[in-house]
């Protein structure tokens, strides 16, 4: 088991927190997904910012943030979503990093834009992994379950972290108002009509609130089927643009199950996908050929 030099007490879990590192991709033969930050940028700064390697296991927390107190003292960073950060009330800098006395509490409060914040710790937080990852899997079970109040996690030891950053601003990715997604034709978009085509790369959608960590799902135009009948159950991969019954397209995150039976009418790269994780249902949406 990993040792562990501290401990993270949860205060307030905030509307759905989860421990995130760089996921398990590699598994999918075992029904496994990968898992990992939704906003992998972001996750890496937030761990650069403290001198964490880039895969270091984070906290992820989704709209309405959380708080957290460490037993010892604990150099942290809040990004991502952007929110005000105080330490025991004290209003402290956004995306940078700030000290937390041993018993204070952290308190990254709900996101002012963006979805999804990240709240990095020097050394890590180091829950046991599975299957070489310490992420949530909120699909499978994998990983330690989502946070509530009261639930207590290691903290790794801060003396392995590399040199803090030079000081000064650092350049976080800003949030659109409007979600564009490149898409790549999927490995069954024979199945729906031309018309169906147009309406998907012109169409405007909205990202609906039944979004999450599974999949990106979205208002608009419903897509047409060329052909009717039932498709067997084929691999799924990351940025899959899946369409079930409704005829509207939902796009694959990393939660997503590693097969389906509806139709792939496109994929969206992978690099396209942090702006995804950060768009608050009823933003604007366009899917353009990549």
Do not use: K
Not at 3 to 17: F, P
Not at 258 to 272: F, I, N, S
């Amino acid at each position: 088991m990993t040792s562990a030099v501290s401990r993270l007490y949860v205060v307030r879990a905030g509307a759905l927190t989860t421990v995130q590192d760089a996921g398990r991709p590699g598994w999918a033969h075992l029904g496994v997904g990968r898992a990992g930050a939704l906003d992998g940028p972001a996750a890496r700064l937030a761990n650069r910012l403290v001198g964490n390697p880039p895969d270091a296991a984070v906290l992820e927390t989704t709209l309405t943030g959380c708080a957290v107190s460490p037993d010892r003292p604990a150099v942290a960073v809040v990004g991502g979503a952007g929110c005000r950060v105080t330490v025991d009330g004290r209003p402290v800098a956004w995306g940078a990093p700030v000290r937390v006395p041993a018993g204070a509490v952290l308190d990254a409060g709900p996101a002012e834009c963006g979805l999804r914040g990240y709240l990095a710790f020097a050394g890590g937080l180091v829950p046991e992994p599975v299957l070489g990852s310490r992420s949530a899997d909120l699909l499978s079970g994998l990983g330690p379950a989502p946070l509530s109040e009261g639930d207590v996690l290691p903290l790794g030891d801060p003396a392995g972290c590399g040199p803090p950053p030079p000081a000064g601003p650092v350049p976080w990715p800003g949030v659109p108002a409007e979600l564009v997604l490149p898409v790549h034709p999927g490995p069954r978009h024979d199945w729906f009509t031309e018309a169906a085509i147009r309406t998907l790369l012109t169409a405007a959608y909205r990202v609906s609130p039944h979004s999450n960590r599974i999949g990106l799902r979205t208002e608009g135009p419903a897509l047409e089927r060329s052909r009717t009948g039932e498709l067997p159950s084929e691999g799924m991969v990351l940025g899959a643009v899946q369409v079930p019954p409704d005829g509207r397209p939902v796009v694959f995150l990393n939660d997503h199950p590693t097969t389906g039976g509806y139709p792939v009418v496109g994929v969206v790269p992978e690099r396209a996908l942090a702006a995804a994780a950060q768009a608050v249902p009823g933003t604007r949406l366009r899917f353009v050929r990549a």
